[in-house]
Nanobody
Framework: QVQLVESGGGLVQPGGSLRLSCAAS????????IGWFRQFPGKGRAGREG???????????SVAASVKGRLTISRDNAKNIVYLEMNNLKFEDTAVYYC??????????????????WGQGTQVTVSS
């Protein structure tokens, strides 16, 4: 059974850092790309915003322009985990963060139709 489980969310002050983890089971990361999305308060599932993706096709990472320089995605194949390192967090980063499994490429990862399987999400709250 394909499953994604996120962890690492929490409450952090502006300027702080968090590392989110996405543990994959039922498939291996070398066959599917993994993306991170976020859903802002009051927004529905269709409004989830893609922020980063790790491609299995070329082993490269893609990060949305809106978060470039602050968010980094990485992958540990041995542990079957994908990480999202978030630095210099801002109030507007407050959201539920989801990881999702897509195809071999990150093309289209900024919008929800790219994703085939979703995790349950982890809450990130940036507050002073």
């Amino acid at each position: 059974q394909v499953q994604l489980v996120e962890s690492g969310g929490g409450l952090v002050q502006p300027g702080g850092s968090l590392r989110l983890s996405c543990a994959a089971s039922g498939f291996t990361l070398d066959l599917h790309s993994i993306g991170w999305f976020r859903q802002f308060p009051g927004k529905g599932r269709a409004g989830r915003e893609g922020v980063a993706c790790f491609s299995t096709r070329d082993g490269g990472a893609s990060v949305a322009a809106s978060v470039k320089g602050r968010l980094t995605i990485s992958r540990d194949n041995a542990k079957n985990i994908v990480y999202l390192e978030m630095n210099n967090l801002k109030f507007e980063d407050t959201a539920v963060y989801y990881c999702a499994m897509g195809g071999p490429s990150c093309a289209g990862h900024l919008s929800t139709p790219w994703a085939d399987v979703w995790g349950q999400g982890t809450q990130v709250t940036v507050s002073s």
